[in-house]
C-alpha cells in the first residue's frame, strides 16, 4: 500500500507529496538558516502522517508539545528523568507504540545531548519484537550530531553523536526513520548527514552550508545558488521518497500552532525603601498631569474606584522626541540625564532595572519627569546606545529588524548580539572578546566567547576567520555580515565618556 504525505504545493499547484513507505527506508535531511520554516515544515509532516506512523520527536525547544493535544502524543520532561529511566522509557514507548515527544527545553546543553542519547539509545536497543516502523524526528539536530567538538565535556558528544548515527546508519533495520533538520548544515557531523537519501532544502545564506548543500546533492555549487533566495516556507525537494529531479515546493498550513513564546519576566526594580515607597504613592510626581475627573458611576463601592483610577494612571510614553504633550520639549533634558547614567564606568555592568532606577533619581533632581520614558523604552534606548547605534539610527527599519530578532533571545544574549547586529549592519570590524565581554555585562572574555560559541551552536551567527586570524560574524537571519576585526584588540570604550551619544538625535 502506498501512503502519500501531502506536504503541500509546487510551483504548478499541483500537491507536493512525501511517500512514507520509500521515506521510512531512505530518511530525510531539511536544512534551512533560523526562520526558513524548518519546524513548520516537521510539523506539517508529523500532522499529515500522524495517523499512519509511530512518531517520536526529539525536541529542543519543546516547539512541538502542542501535537500532544490534537493527535495524542504523550509528552516527557526530559528534566525530570534519570538517563537510565529514559531508556527504560524509550524502550516501553517501542514496546506500546504510542507517539511521544522528548521535551528537552528545561536542561542545559550537555544534559540536552546526554539525555538525547539516552532515549535514543532506549529506541535503538529495543526487543526485536517490538521494531515496528517510527518516524523519529530531531529538531535542531546540530545539537545532537554535532561537526566540532564544543565546550560540552567529550563523553556527552560521544554518547550523543554515537546515538544519532546509529539512528541515521543503522536504525533501518530495526525500523527507525530518522527525519533530522539543521540550521547549520556546516554544523552537523558529515557521517549522520550522508545517511539521508532525501533533502528538503530551505533558504541557505552562507556560502559554506551551501556547497555542503551542493556536495550532498551531487549539485554543481553554482546550481545551489538556488537556496539563497529561498521565501519563507518554500523549499527544494530532491530523493527517492520526494522527487527524482531538484522540485521546489511550498509547504501547506498546520493544525496546531507553534508553541506561542513563554512571556519573558523583567526584573523588578530594587525596592525603595518603604517609607520612600509610601511618599512615592502618596504625593503627586513632578510634572504629574492632573486628575480627570471622576465619571458618577451608580456604586461608588471604594475598590471599583481605585480600579478605575489605576486604569487610568497609565504614565505617559516618550515615543518621540518632540514629547509635545509634556509642556515643552522634555528630550534634551532626559537625553542629557541618560548620558550622565552611562558615563559612570560601571554603568556597562548594571543592569537595566538599576541603571532605571538611577535615571528616574536624576530625573527627580532635576524636576524632570523621568517617567516620560518608561521601561520599555528606556530599555530600548539603552540597548541601543550599549551597541553604538549612532543618533537617529535607532529607528531605521534596519535596527528595528535586529531588535525584533533580539527580543527573542535569552536576556543575557540581547547586548552581545546587538552589538554584532550593529557591526554588521554597518559593516564595521567585528567587536573584539573584550567589546562583547562589556556588551554581556561581564569583565571575562573567556565568557564572550562561551556566548559566541552558544550563539553559533544556536545557528544565530557564523564565526570565521580571515587569513590574517581576524574574526568576521554573520548573522544569517539578517543577511547581515562583519567587516574582518581582531578578536584580541583591547576595549577601546573602556572607561568614562564612552557611551556619551547623542541618544535622542538631537544636538546640543
Ligand atoms: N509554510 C509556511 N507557511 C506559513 N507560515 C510559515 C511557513 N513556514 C514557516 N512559517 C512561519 O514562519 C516562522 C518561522 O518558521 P519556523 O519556526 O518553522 O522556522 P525555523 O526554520 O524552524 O527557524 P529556527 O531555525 O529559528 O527554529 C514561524 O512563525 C512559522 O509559523
Ligand atoms: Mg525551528
Redesign the pocket.
Known amino acids: 500500500m502506498k501512503v502519500s504525505i501531502d506536504m503541500?504545493t509546487t510551483s504548478t499547484g499541483a500537491p507536493a507529496t512525501l511517500d512514507l513507505e520509500e521515506l521510512l527506508a531512505t530518511r530525510l535531511l531539511v536544512q534551512?538558516?533560523?526562520?526558513?520554516?524548518?519546524?513548520?515544515?516537521?510539523?506539517?509532516l508529523l500532522e499529515q502522517s500522524a495517523s499512519w506512523v509511530q512518531q517520536v520527536v526529539i525536541d529542543p525547544?519543546g516547539?512541538f508539545v502542542t501535537l500532544a493535544d490534537a493527535f495524542g502524543h504523550v509528552v516527557i520532561d526530559a528534566a525530570r528523568h534519570t538517563e537510565s529511566a529514559l531508556q527504560q522509557i524509550a524502550g516501553r514507548v517501542r514496546q506500546h507504540r504510542v507517539s511521544a515527544i522528548l521535551n528537552l527545553e528545561n536542561l542545559e546543553a550537555e544534559k540536552q545531548m546526554r539525555h538525547a542519547a539516552a532515549f535514543l539509545g532506549g529506541l535503538f536497543d529495543a526487543d526485536r519484537d517490538f521494531w515496528y516502523p517510527v518516524l523519529v524526528v530531531v529538531?535542531?539536530a546540530q545539537l545532537f550530531a554535532p561537526s566540532a567538538a564544543g565546550d560540552v565535556s567529550d563523553e556527552a558528544r560521544k554518547a550523543s553523536l554515537g546515538a544519532m548515527t546509529n539512528l541515521m546508519c543503522r536504525g533501518r533495520k530495526r525500523g527507525l526513520a530518522g527525519v533530522i533538520?539543521t540550521?547549520r548544515l556546516a554544523k552537523l557531523a558529515k557521517n549522520v548527514a550522508a545517511e539521508a537519501s532525501n533533502f528538503l532544502m530551505?533558504r541557505t545564506f552562507l556560502d559554506i552550508d551551501m556547497s555542503r548543500a551542493a556536495d550532498l546533492l551531487g549539485m554543481e555549487r553554482r546550481q545551489a545558488e538556488m537556496f539563497r533566495d529561498l521565501q519563507?516556507?518554500?523549499f527544494i525537494a530532491l530523493g527517492p521518497a520526494v522527487a527524482r529531479r531538484p522540485l521546489p515546493i511550498?509547504?501547506?498550513?498546520?493544525e496546531t500552532?507553534?508553541r506561542a513564546g513563554s512571556p519573558k519576566l523583567v526584573p523588578l526594580p530594587p525596592a525603595p525603601a518603604p517609607e520612600d515607597a509610601l511618599d512615592l504613592i502618596l504625593k503627586p510626581g513632578e510634572n504629574e498631569p492632573p486628575p480627570r475627573p471622576v465619571v458618577s458611576r451608580p456604586s461608588t463601592a471604594a475598590t471599583a474606584d481605585v480600579l478605575m483610577q489605576l486604569s487610568r494612571t497609565k504614565p505617559a510614553v516618550l515615543r518621540e522626541p518632540e514629547g509635545e504633550d509634556a509642556g515643552g520639549d522634555p528630550g534634551p533634558a532626559l537625553n542629557e540625564i541618560l548620558q550622565e547614567v552611562l558615563t559612570d564606568p560601571d554603568a556597562a555592568f548594571r543592569s537595566v532595572a538599576v541603571l532605571y532606577q538611577d535615571f528616574l533619581v536624576r530625573c527627580r533632581a532635576r524636576r524632570v519627569n523621568g517617567r516620560m520614558l518608561d521601561l520599555p523604552a528606556f530599555r530600548r534606548k539603552l540597548a541601543a546606545a550599549r551597541a553604538g547605534v549612532g543618533p537617529g539610527m535607532d529607528e531605521s527599519p534596519e535596527w528595528e529588524k535586529a531588535m525584533a530578532v533580539a527580543a527573542d533571545l535569552p536576556e543575557d544574549l540581547q547586548g552581545m548580539f546587538l552589538l554584532l547586529a550593529r557591526a554588521a549592519m554597518d559593516r564595521a570590524p567585528c567587536p573584539s572578546d573584550a567589546e562583547l565581554a562589556r556588551a554581556r555585562g561581564t569583565r571575562s572574555a573567556r565568557r564572550a566567547r562561551g556566548l559566541l560559541t552558544y550563539m553559533e551552536q544556536r545557528?544565530l551567527i557564523a564565526c570565521r576567520e580571515d587569513v590574517y586570524g581576524n574574526r568576521i560574524i554573520a548573522i544569517p537571519?539578517l543577511e547581515w555580515e562583519t567587516a574582518p576585526g581582531n578578536p584580541e584588540a583591547p576595549d577601546e570604550a573602556q572607561g568614562a565618556g564612552s557611551e556619551t551619544r547623542d541618544l535622542f538625535g538631537t544636538t546640543g
Do not use: Y
Not at 534551512?32 to 506539517?44: A, D, I, P, V
Open positions: 503541500g534551512g538558516n533560523s526562520g526558513s520554516g524548518k519546524s513548520h515544515l516537521l510539523r506539517r525547544e516547539d529538531d535542531e533538520a540550521q530551505g519563507r516556507g518554500h511550498k509547504i501547506g498550513t498546520v500552532a507553534a545557528g537571519v
